[in-house]
């Protein structure tokens, strides 16, 4: 099989037929592998890669501590480099930030985030622990801005956006502008930056919905702009938004919707606001995670519940997805991330 897209997925394991992670590979015309695997027990949730392709980290979802897995990947067969372990619950996503060497993660359960500073053989841990009266922390999503001078971290619990600064690597408030909150119970779940423009998305988990925000990278400030519901007007039954993805030339923004099992496809203006143009079938139950390939031609679609990995391509001019090429199965995947090549 001609590899030119080299996936990694993560997964739950607990309670599913799943060994850990999974490396794929995809071809041109969309065909996918599963090639090899990395046995990892421990929910392996969320992946990233490091800004050198050659170390793959994974963050284990668990009720007991916090923990991130770092993997040796430059041969077919992945080793096992070092494991940081601290105090933590329910770690559900990380980040490798811009200009830092360090990694960002969010605790759900514990409702703290924290960066992993990495200095040779010496690692450094900074956590903030976020809180407002009268409401349980439950942060899902951290990551560094494009500037790599801010951290952003999306708190569904809290319905709030927190914005730090990063400083020697550590998680400080910023002094300038600190949070967005949102109305009670909009449960924001992760966020995208615009390629070019000055604006970051969020998708909101319980009202299911998209903000966009104009954001100011000297002081950190977010402004709403614009906001859009992914769901059809008068739709009935639990749904919950997941992930959103946007497209590499920003023209277009799509949006996974767990329970209604759809993507909804927007396009984005010059000024950065959305116009929603239609819904896919996610062709499967319960997509978690969406990804699109680093050249924008195939959306892959990890739908949990189904156990499957459905790879569609993208129309890259009308932003439409058509049908899919692939679907493979993965028990429980939870993420996808690729090894990006010059």
Not at 205 to 211: A, G, P, Q, R
Not at 242 to 261: F, H, T
Not at 286 to 313: A, C, E
Request: charged share 20%.
């Amino acid at each position: 099989m001609n590899i030119k897209y080299d996936l990694f997925v993560g997964t739950y394991t607990q309670n599913t037929l799943s060994r850990g992670i999974y490396r794929c590979g995809l071809n041109r015309d969309g065909k996918l592998a599963r090639l090899s695997e990395i046995s990892h027990n421990d929910n392996p949730s969320f992946l990233c890669l490091s800004k050198e392709n050659d170390v793959l980290y994974a963050a284990s979802e668990n009720l007991e501590y916090a923990s991130v897995t770092a993997y040796d990947i430059k041969s077919s067969k992945a080793e096992k480099l070092t494991e940081f372990k601290f105090a933590g619950s329910l770690l559900c996503h990380i980040s490798i930030t811009e200009l830092h060497n360090n990694i960002l993660g969010a605790c759900y359960q514990s409702g703290d985030v924290f960066s992993i500073i990495l200095d040779g053989n010496k690692t450094v841990l900074s956590r903030h622990v976020h809180k407002l009266d009268g409401k349980t922390s439950h942060p899902h999503y951290i990551s560094s801005d494009k500037s790599g001078r801010f951290a952003i971290s999306v708190d569904l619990g809290l319905d709030t956006i927190f914005i730090y600064q990063i400083k020697d690597g550590r998680l400080t408030f910023n002094k300038f502008f600190n949070k967005v909150v949102l109305k009670d119970g909009e449960g924001p779940r992760h966020l995208v930056f615009h390629p070019f423009l000055d604006t970051v998305y969020v998708v909101t988990e319980i009202s299911n919905k998209v903000y966009a925000f104009q954001f100011n990278d000297n002081s950190g400030n977010m402004k709403i702009i614009d906001n859009k519901k992914c769901l059809p007007n008068g739709f009935k039954g639990l749904s919950f938004a997941s992930e959103l993805v946007i497209s590499q030339d920003g023209r277009y923004l799509y949006v996974s919707n767990r329970g209604a099992n759809t993507i909804t496809l927007f396009q984005v203006s010059e000024q950065g606001k959305l116009e929603k143009i239609g819904y896919h079938s996610c062709f499967g139950d319960w997509p978690r995670h969406i990804y699109l390939t680093h050249d924008g031609k195939f959306m892959i679609i990890s739908n949990q519940k189904s156990g499957k990995i459905v790879v569609v391509p993208i129309d890259k001019e009308s932003g439409e997805i058509l049908n899919p090429v692939e679907k493979v199965k993965v028990p429980s995947p939870t993420c996808v991330c690729e090894i990006v090549r010059n």
